[in-house]
């Protein structure tokens, strides 16, 4: 998976979401995505349907975490 191309996969997929959603770290089957921005769901949500996207669509995939527990945070102060 190429980086520059994950980041714009992921851009596309959830564009619709408001915020913004980052591949920080790939580890062969270990994705690390980063949240920024208000999203229209929780950040947990987001990040849920997101890793069930990637690991339907990549079965090599085992794990999708978020970089920092930190982004999890929807409170207001976060932003």
Excluded: C
Excluded at 1 to 14: A, D, H, I, P, T
Excluded at 25 to 47: N, Q, S, Y
């Amino acid at each position: 998976m190429e980086k520059s191309g994950s980041n714009l996969l992921l851009r596309f997929v959830w564009m619709m979401m408001a915020g913004q959603v980052d591949l920080a770290e790939l580890d062969g089957p270990f994705v690390k995505l980063r949240l920024k921005g208000k999203f229209w769901h929780t950040r947990a949500t987001v990040l849920a349907r997101l890793g069930n996207y990637l690991k339907n669509r990549i079965p090599e995939i085992l794990e999708v975490e978020i970089e920092d527990e930190k982004q999890l945070d929807d409170s207001p102060a976060a932003f």
